[in-house]
């Protein structure tokens, strides 16, 4: 008998999962294959996930039509933080005759060899690898360097998967989007009846923006989704912030929704392309009932910075700058010290020198808060 075994967050599962399943139950000629819902995902110690009810209930309505497919729950009846050498211990002596594949993407093949106790995860299954969005020719210079450091090989899927994540999709659901060409209409539905992902007022608050910047939105808000982990900082919070940073970008001066608003005077004459950051928190809190003043700095500073800013006001500030689309002289680099390493102060002053040298060269007015902010991080370093 040949089981395969397919673990993950699956919050939610969507059409990759599910290619992925169809292409291992192919190659790998399975008896079986058990998609394994885990209760605490030992490299995402920090995220909240959806309740295990609703993360089981969409993984059996997306394989409900593959009769091969069974949905386990044995990770979440264990609690605790699911450890995959555990789990193919169990299922090795729940199947002893079986051969065990463990299946995983090109990605996380790279990173097994710093799981807990990778050499016993091989004594009890093998590992079958797909593609993720790989290059030509990927497959050989995997397998020479997984031979050296474990001396066996890993079984080959015969898929390429696309890059669609769950956390992109989680952005989409919580700015009201269409869901269904990500996943089976079933799961979409019922995401949208239990509310999963949802973030009270932001599709109307992105209804306010103009397309292009109603995207741009969507965007900083997977960039800062995709960041916001290691910096502990809630993923809901920042997908909120991010998806109404720009509430107020394409509203007229008259418009009912900043009547009462006036512009801050602390830090002298505010310039136009700075001023929807104040108009966007005033929005945001009067009209969309946001109270968390974090989340509300987060927006009312995006444009400009300031000093001492919060994790959560740092991050969507350089999301706004380094979501995917944009496209400047130094934005490598900046995109770079994004990623590296557990803080974002380095890369926040750069982006800030960055800033104020465009400024200068276009001759346009530098608001005092932005070079406030520079100095502020430059001494700090």
Not at 314 to 323: G, P, Q, R, S, V
């Amino acid at each position: 008998m040949r089981i395969g075994i397919f673990g993950g967050s699956f919050d939610p599962v969507h059409r990759e999962h599910i290619a992925l399943v169809r292409a291992a139950i192919n190659s790998l000629r399975l008896d079986k294959l058990l998609v394994m819902p885990a209760k605490k995902p030992p490299h995402k110690p920090w995220k909240t996930l959806s309740s295990d009810v609703d993360r089981l209930q969409m993984c059996r309505l997306a394989f409900s039509e593959m009769p091969e497919v069974e949905v386990s729950d044995y990770e979440m009846e264990q609690g605790g933080t699911s450890y995959t050498y555990l789990t193919c211990r169990h299922f090795k002596e729940e199947y002893p005759e079986a051969e065990l594949f463990w299946l995983v993407g090109g990605d996380m093949l790279r990173d097994f060899p710093t799981w807990k106790e990778p050499e016993d995860i091989l004594n009890n299954a093998t590992l079958a690898v797909c593609g993720r969005n790989e290059r030509n020719g990927w497959w050989l210079e995997e397998e020479q360097s997984f031979y050296q450091k474990f001396g066996k090989n890993f079984a080959q899927i015969a898929y390429n998967g696309a890059d669609v994540s769950s956390t992109k999709i989680r952005v989409m659901a919580g700015a009201g989007m269409d869901l269904t060409p990500y996943m089976p209409m079933s799961v979409a539905e019922y995401i949208r009846d239990k509310g999963l992902y949802y973030i009270e007022g932001a599709r109307e608050a992105l209804a306010l923006e103009k397309p292009e910047r109603r995207a741009h939105s969507v965007r900083v808000a997977q960039l800062a989704a995709a960041r916001a982990l290691k910096l502990r900082i809630p993923e809901g919070t920042a997908i909120q912030a991010a998806l109404f940073h720009d509430c107020a970008k394409n509203l007229p001066v008259d418009s009912p929704y900043l009547e009462g608003f006036t512009m801050p005077k602390a830090w002298g004459k505010v310039p136009h392309s700075v001023a929807h950051q104040f108009m966007g928190a005033y929005v945001a809190e009067k009209h969309f009932r946001i109270v968390d003043q974090d989340l509300l700095n987060a927006i009312r500073y995006h444009t400009s910075g300031r000093p001492n800013m919060s994790e959560l006001e740092k991050l969507i500030f350089l999301a706004d700058m380094l979501e995917e689309e944009r496209s400047y002289e130094g934005v490598d680099v900046l995109r770079g010290l994004f990623w590296r390493g557990q803080g974002l102060d380095e890369c926040l002053e750069e982006a800030l020198f960055q800033t104020l040298e465009f400024l200068k060269q276009k001759g346009a007015e530098v608001f005092a808060l932005t070079a406030l902010a520079y100095e502020f991080y430059k001494n700090k370093a």
